[in-house]
C-alpha cells in the first residue's frame, strides 16, 4: 500500500510511486457480470474488447482459485500471458480434460470466471463511484466508531483542561497526573508553560471534525478523477478546506489505497482523522511532522510543538482515547519527513 508521505502546499499527502499506480487502465471497465460476444483465448476470434473483459475478470480472481499471478495487464490483446491464465483457470477448476485454453460465449469456463471474481479486489483507476462505490460505503460504516474516537478524545482534553494549568502537589496532583497522562504521551503538553489555551485549540480541532463527521456524504467522497494519483494513494484532503465557504471542491477524496482499511475499523478512523487534520486546520499548519504509532522513533523525537499540529498524533490520541493504550497495530506506517 501507499501512504502518506511528503505534503504539498494544496494539503494533499504526497506518496512515494507505488506498484500498482504505475499501471494505467482503461476506464471502461465491465459492470456486473462479464460477457463476451466471441471466443477469447487459444485460437480464439480475440475481439478487443472481449479480451479486455477478460482479462479484467481474471485478475479479479484470486490465485488460490486460479487466478493469474502476478495479474494481467489489461490491455485487451491475447498474448502468451492471457492464454496461460486462461489455461491455468480452466486446469483448476475442470482439470486437464476440460482445458482448452479458450473461453466461449455462455459456456461452462465464463460462467465458472463470474463464479469466482472477486468484485471487491483492489481497485483500478480511474475510481468510479459505480463500480468502486462499494469502496466508499465499505469506509463510511466506520464513520461513527471514528465518531467516537473523536468523542472521547474531547472528552479526554475537556478533564484535562480543568487540572492542566494548577500545581502538580499532593491529592490533586495524582489527579492530575492521571487526567494528563495520554496527552502527555502524544502530545507532551506539559512542555508547554501555558496549557489551557493549547488544550482549547485541540479540543476545537476535534470539533470541526465532528462537523464534518456528522455529515459524511457532504464532505466524503471518492477521488473519481484521478487527480489525487500522485499525491498519495490513500487519501488526500485539501488544507483547512472545511473553511473555505467560497470553494466547496476541496473534500476528503479517498483513493484505493483505503481498501484494506474498509474491514479494520481503527484503521478506517486512522485514516479519517488523519485527513480530518488536514482539512479542519485553520492557520495553514500542513500536519505532516512524523508519521507512524507514537511509539515511534520518528514520532517520539517530535517536538511538542510539532505534536499538536501532526495528524497522525491527533489520529492516534484519539484511538487511544477510544481503546486505552494500544499495542502499535500492524497497519501504520511509519515515516519520518526531515
Ligand atoms: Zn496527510
Not at 108 to 133: C, F
Not at 135 to 164: D, F, K, Y
Not at 210 to 227: C, G, H, K, Q
Not at 298 to 321: H, P, W, Y
Request: aromatic content about 8%; hydrophobic content about 35%.
Amino acid at each position: 500500500m501507499g501512504d502518506c508521505a511528503h505534503m504539498k502546499d494544496d494539503g494533499g499527502c504526497e506518496v512515494k510511486p507505488d506498484r500498482q499506480s504505475n499501471q494505467q487502465f482503461d476506464p471502461k471497465r465491465p459492470e456486473g457480470d462479464i460477457v463476451i460476444t466471441k471466443s477469447v483465448g487459444q485460437g480464439g476470434v480475440n475481439i478487443y474488447d472481449d479480451v479486455y473483459n477478460i482479462q479484467y475478470g481474471l485478475d479479479q480472481v484470486a490465485p488460490i482459485d486460479g487466478g493469474p499471478s502476478p495479474q494481467l495487464v489489461i490491455d485487451g490483446l491475447c498474448g502468451p500471458k492471457t492464454i496461460k491464465a486462461i489455461r491455468d483457470f480452466q486446469v483448476k477448476h475442470f482439470g486437464w480434460a476440460g482445458c482448452d485454453s479458450r473461453i466461449d460465449p455462455g459456456q461452462q469456463t465464463l460462467a465458472k470466471l463470474n463464479e469466482k471474481r472477486n468484485r471487491n479486489v483492489y481497485p483500478t483507476i480511474p475510481l468510479s463511484l459505480n463500480t468502486d462505490g462499494w469502496l466508499l460505503t465499505g469506509m463510511l460504516q466506520h464513520v461513527p466508531h471514528t465518531r467516537s474516537c473523536v468523542h472521547a478524545a474531547m472528552t479526554n482534553i475537556s478533564l484535562a483542561m480543568a487540572v492542566a494549568d494548577s500545581q502538580d502537589s499532593g491529592f490533586l496532583g495524582s489527579n492530575r497526573q492521571q487526567r494528563m497522562k495520554l496527552l502527555n504521551r502524544h502530545f507532551k503538553i506539559d512542555n508547554f508553560k501555558v496549557r489551557l489555551p493549547i488544550l482549547q485549540q485541540m479540543h476545537d480541532t476535534y470539533g470541526f471534525m465532528l462537523n464534518v463527521l456528522n455529515r459524511p456524504e457532504a464532505f466524503i467522497t471518492l477521488d473519481t478523477d484521478n487527480s489525487g494519483e500522485n499525491i498519495s494513494s490513500v487519501s488526500i484532503a485539501r488544507l483547512g478546506g472545511f473553511h473555505d465557504k467560497k470553494d466547496v471542491s476541496g473534500r476528503i477524496r479517498l483513493r484505493r489505497g483505503v481498501f484494506l482499511a474498509t474491514g479494520i475499523q481503527d484503521f478506517a478512523a486512522h485514516i479519517f482523522i488523519h485527513e480530518l487534520r488536514h482539512f479542519v486546520a485553520k492557520d495553514g499548519t500542513q500536519g505532516h511532522f512524523a508519521k507512524g504509532w507514537v511509539t515511534d522513533p520518528g514520532m517520539q523525537a517530535l517536538r511538542e510543538t510539532e505534536t499538536v499540529n501532526n495528524c497522525d498524533t491527533f489520529a492516534g490520541f484519539a484511538l487511544e482515547a477510544k481503546n486505552g493504550e494500544m499495542e502499535r497495530p500492524p497497519w501504520i506506517k511509519s515515516d519520518v519527513f526531515r
